[in-house]
């Protein structure tokens, strides 16, 4: 097959490569998106209103295909009987990792990726995270402000959607905001509680979501069925099938190409740039070539660098762009399952109505003001207060007919959960590398992960689990349990770094601009490029890198310097 | 009845004098096969064993003037999980169980739970209901049931629809409605 030709070539369909592919089209460059998955029908693929009894295990899934076919993204609870099929089949995309350093890779290779089912959690960093690393000497220091980002969300979450409530917190700055939801009956309280029992330290907040609650941009509001990582047909909550996609299609320049599992990027040592990238395709397993003048590597974090990884050439034969030895380094994650649940006392007089698909946040508050003689950086909580219904009914004591009303016609007293999501330090020491021995179903050479928590981390968990329960306790709740869980790192799917931006061309593999020091084409805007984590859901922050990037890509072209 | 089933059912049944042409017929085929012998769906559960857990799931939800959990076909529903769901331990383990139940029964002088009087049988249960933490035995067997009875029941068509009344469009949000519990 003779090569095709673009403007411009993006790898991946996600949350980052949809933000690519709106950018460069809608910026007149003729775009070809190669996304490795298989294309998705909202009309036959969404199932998010299907029932449990249309399901042969009521929802419980296929266990016995689960195991056998995605024994890795089971781990994953939305791995399940209505969105399995948004995950990688395990058995096709082998990773390797050492025995004693588990890696949990939670993947999904379609139109759409992992934007399908993504978390839809949204939050700005604050200059406490971009200037971390410079002060407390870990990883290298960010090339980048909040004053450099600001503009950037402002501009990506116009265009997502976004509920939240406005708090005025210097170190989770509020972003462009539609009306959140209102806290439901017991979570209204809690804040109430937290705010007199904690001077205003530990804050109950509306969860900032990328889920509609209001029309925008030709989708519509949500309608609250609460289960979005099944779809959502009427594209209330963001991913790129729902509106980047979309939108990039609308200017005539896009061109999507499923089944197109790159191999590795060209580069022509001549002019020290990439031609393009080679390609398998995803049935055929023919090989061809796309040529373009810039390339946007989207593919997710570690997917990104493996591409790179496996284009190792005379001038860098530990992978392209390579020169600070940096490339396949920094892999973090974030840390959870630290936390407690309880039981309120209040507000049994009170349900919900319609389902959220997530509630409440606790900012962090650890290593804000003060700081703590454990551990550097903090976490936040996510949680919700929700009355359990029907489904306590298995832990309940007695059976009957008086058990049975008391399922149907009570909801059970409300819980209180919080639970832990915090950062990662960056360490040289947790990388990826080309397994020699290990290749997917494509004949592509396969990843080995080396990737495990530090004590800093550990210690983080520990203390998720007593301030969770410091503040069920001030809330008055009984029953309270807590729980802390060794998960390997990757359960998070927050997997990010290995192609970390820096000030330095000598200690990192991206400039300010995503862009390679090497390989003055290439960007990459995925969770590779992070430099740290914070504690922050990671999303928003990939898709306004994306848009910064692309910005600058373009001016760049238009003065002939790229 | 569901279309992988019927196939299932006849690929089983090969001492069919024919074989149908296509699916469509199959599956009509399978349906009246199906009708004719009655109600015959479990594969894991033999018929004393469906006695016990049809006995014992309608104990943990019994016929009102809402269904109970034989009405909802919750028996066939744990036999499914039983046969295609479980590993070959969890299966046994479960299996055990319901014999210990018996034992159990056995031991207060009536071989089989099934046979024992009403009050006699509520007296036990109520015994084994409290025995959350046991890993195998009678005890463990009754943690699952009820586990398996409550989801089976609460996820069935009927309960979904007509006594939840599930919904799953909403024109917003409200989490501060009066509610007054109907027990």
């Known amino acids: 097959m003779p090569p095709l030709t673009y403007d411009a070539i993006v790898v991946g369909s996600g949350i980052s490569g949809g933000w690519a592919a709106k950018e460069l089209t809608e910026h007149g460059l003729r775009t070809i998106v190669l996304e490795a998955g298989r294309p998705i029908d909202p009309a036959v693929d969404y199932v998010e209103h299907v029932p449990p009894y249309d399901k042969r295990y009521r929802g419980m899934g296929d266990r016995k295909r689960l195991e ?17 099929k948004f995950f990688v089949n395990d058995l096709d995309n082998p990773y390797s990792y050492p025995a004693d350093k588990p890696f949990s890779w939670i993947r999904g290779r379609q139109v759409g990726g992992r934007s399908i089912m ?49 708090e005025g917190l210097a170190h989770l700055p509020d972003g462009e905001f539609m009306k959140p939801w209102p806290l439901n009956a017991a979570e209204q309280k809690g804040r109430d509680i937290l705010l ?41 909550y963001f991913s790129s099938i729902n509106a980047t996609l979309p939108a990039a299609k609308k200017t005539g320049n896009l061109t999507l190409r499923p089944f197109s599992v790159v191999h590795s990027v060209i580069y022509d040592p001549r002019t020290k740039k990439a031609t393009g990238v080679r390609v398998v395709d995803g049935n055929t397993r023919e090989m061809f070539d796309v040529n373009a003048k810039v390339i946007f590597l989207c593919a997710s974090a570690l997917e990104s660098t493996r591409i790179l990884l496996n284009s190792a050439t005379a001038e860098f034969p530990t992978g392209l762009g390579n020169s600070s030895g940096e490339l396949g380094h920094n892999l973090m994650d974030h840390i959870m399952d630290g936390g407690a649940t309880g ?12 389902r959220r698909p997530d509630a409440i946040y606790v900012p962090r508050f650890r290593n804000v003001k003060t700081k703590h003689p454990e551990f550097l950086r903090g976490y936040g909580f996510e949680g919700r207060a929700e009355r ?12 009957g007919a008086a058990f049975k009303k008391s399922l149907i016609g009570d909801l059970g007293p ?19 590398e080309i397994d020699p021995n290990l290749v997917d ?20 968990q520990e203390d998720m689990v007593v301030t969770a329960t410091e503040m069920l306790e001030a809330m008055g709740a009984t029953n309270i349990r807590t729980y802390k869980e060794n998960n390997p790192p990757g359960l998070v799917i927050h997997e990010t770094g290995t192609a970390r931006m820096g000030r330095d061309p000598k200690t990192s593999v991206l400039n300010s601009h995503n862009q390679m020091w090497d390989v003055s084409n290439v960007f990459m805007t995925d969770g590779a490029c992070m430099t740290s984590t914070a504690n922050q859901n990671p999303s928003i922050t990939y898709m306004a890198l994306t848009a910064r990037a692309v910005s600058y890509a373009v001016g760049q072209m238009k003065k002939r310097e790229l | 009845m569901r279309r992988r089933e019927v196939v299932s059912f006849l690929g089983a049944a090969l001492a069919l004098p024919f074989l149908p042409r296509n699916a469509e017929t199959a599956i009509k085929l399978g349906e009246s096969l199906h009708h004719r012998l009655g109600d015959v769906p479990f594969r894991t559960l033999n018929r004393e064993q469906q006695a016990l857990v049809t006995t014992i799931a309608e104990m943990i939800i019994p016929e009102t003037d809402t269904p109970g959990a034989t009405s909802v076909k919750v028996p066939e529903f744990i036999d499914l999980i039983l046969t295609e769901w479980a590993s070959d331990d969890e299966r046994a383990t479960f299996l055990a169980g319901l014999a210990d139940i018996d034992a159990h029964s056995a031991a207060l002088g009536t071989p089989r739970f099934v046979d024992m009087l009403p ?65």
Request: aromatic share 14%.
């Open chain 1, 118 to 166: 993504w978390g839809r959690c949204v939050y700005r960093w604050s200059d406490l995270d971009f200037e971390a690393n410079a002060k407390e000497g870990f990883g290298v220091d960010w090339p980048l402000r909040y004053k450099d980002m600001a503009p950037w969300w402002s501009y990506v979450e116009k265009f997502v959607g976004i509920q939240g409530r406005r």
């Open chain 1, 196 to 236: 007199t029992k904690f001077g205003g330290e530990r804050l109950i907040t509306n969860a900032r979501l990328a889920v509609l609650t209001e029309d925008h941009l030709g989708r519509q509001k949500c309608h609250l069925c609460g289960t979005c990582h099944r779809g959502c047909v009427t594209l209330s």
């Open chain 1, 414 to 432: 409300w819980e209180m959960d919080f639970g832990g999501f915090g950062e990662m330090l960056p360490r040289h020491e947790n990388y990826i």
């Open chain 2, 119 to 183: 009050a006699g049988r509520l007296e036990l249960f109520t015994t084994l209901d409290v025995k959350r933490t046991d890993k195998t035995g009678a005890g463990h067997a009754v943690v699952r049931l009820k586990a398996l009875t409550v989801y089976g029941y609460f996820t069935s068509r009927v309960v979904q629809q007509d006594i939840l009344k599930t919904r799953m469009f909403f024109n917003g949000y409200d989490g501060n409605v009066p509610f007054t519990p109907a027990v």
């Open chain 1, 343 to 354: 039981t309120l006392p209040w507000a049994k007089d009170r349900k919900e109505v319609g």
């Open chain 1, 68 to 84: 056998r076919y995605q024994p890795i993204q089971r781990q994953c609870g939305a791995c399940n009987e209505y969105a399995g």
């Open chain 1, 441 to 460: 179903a494509w004949g592509i050479p396969a990843l080995r992960v080396h990737c495990a928590y530090s004590d800093n981390e550990l210690k983080m």
């Open chain 1, 388 to 399: 359990p219904g029907w489904q306590r009914g298995s832990e309940m004591p007695g059976f």
